[in-house]
């Protein structure tokens, strides 16, 4: 009993320094601007009070997760001395996970996987750094892929992340990357897996599905907008392509739902279990 409560002491103190920074940085923010952290804070409490807690045990304490323990607490310790917040944070989850893992064994975190995964998105805010490396190869892709498509059709031209209609510039900026769509996508997904059995297989789908659904549907958008823009006007493009995101964006999710579903029900045919039997 000593070492319980040695151990939840040692877990509130550690959680103390990152969850009072990340309040202050809450309150800094307007409600907009928090809205993705309020909503995983609801869906998470919603799916803890939905959770089967027993589900895992009895538990089996492993060393497999010493491992990332061990590195989890080494990025805790790097975040808090270089005061880098979002190290700071996301290190001290990963954290808590491992320690799940090495208290109660693999299946205890596995069960309990998804709900980790979800706890990233209380994070405020990506560093500049990493949001650049992901976005700008994204702006150029969506513009190569954009000419590629629009110039079977039309004139267009490239350089960078702009392409040229009738003279006419059209920047592939941050916000039209897909990177935002990505991170919606895989919110979705990630929140799906929330309330549903734990399922490896669904999530490398999500995973992988989430940045080719956004590339995917990013495309058409930009595609169509040069499409308009060439046959009526840069203004009417520039308006389409504002209003294309809430007609894309759910017929994803709903692709990605259907997929998601698709590969939970996936079963190896007869002869294939069979063939496994065998060897």
Not at 108 to 120: D, E, K, M, T, V
Not at 176 to 198: D, Q, R, V, Y
Not at 244 to 254: K, M, R
Not at 255 to 270: D, N, T
Request: net charge neutral; with cysteine; glycine share 8%.
């Amino acid at each position: 009993m000593s070492g319980l409560i040695l151990l939840a002491g040692l877990v509130v103190g550690l959680g103390i320094p990152p969850v009072t920074s990340w309040v202050a940085v809450l309150f800094q923010r307007s409600f907009q601007e928090n809205l993705i952290q309020l909503l995983a804070i609801g869906l998470l409490i919603l799916a803890l009070s939905r959770q089967p807690w027993r589900q895992g045990f009895p538990a089996h304490p492993s060393m497999s997760g010493f491992a990332l323990l061990l590195l989890s607490g080494l990025a805790y310790l790097a975040g808090a001395m270089l005061s880098i917040k979002t190290l700071f944070w996301g290190s001290y989850i990963v954290l808590l996970a491992s320690l799940c893992w090495t208290l109660y064994g693999f299946r205890f975190f596995y069960n309990r996987l998804a709900g980790f995964l979800f706890s990233l998105f209380l994070l405020p805010e990506l560093p500049a750094d990493l949001r650049n490396s992901i976005s700008l190869p994204l702006q150029h892709l969506s513009t190569q892929l954009t000419t590629t498509l629009a110039g079977l059709l039309i004139p267009i031209t490239a350089r960078g992340n702009i392409f040229y209609i009738h003279n006419e510039a059209f920047e592939v900026t941050v916000a039209c990357s897909g990177l935002h769509t990505w991170i919606g996508f895989l919110f979705a997904g990630l929140m799906w897996m929330l309330f549903e059995p734990f399922s490896l297989r669904v999530l490398l789908a999500v995973l992988i599905g989430a940045p080719l659904l956004a590339i995917g549907t990013n495309t058409i958008r930009l595609f169509i907008t040069a499409l308009v823009a060439y046959w009526d006007s840069p203004d009417m493009g520039v308006a389409v392509h504002t209003n294309l995101e809430y007609i894309l964006f759910p017929l994803g999710l709903v692709l990605m739902w259907r997929i998601g579903h698709y590969v939970r029900a996936f079963r190896p045919s007869a002869a294939e279990d069979v063939h496994k039997e065998s060897h």
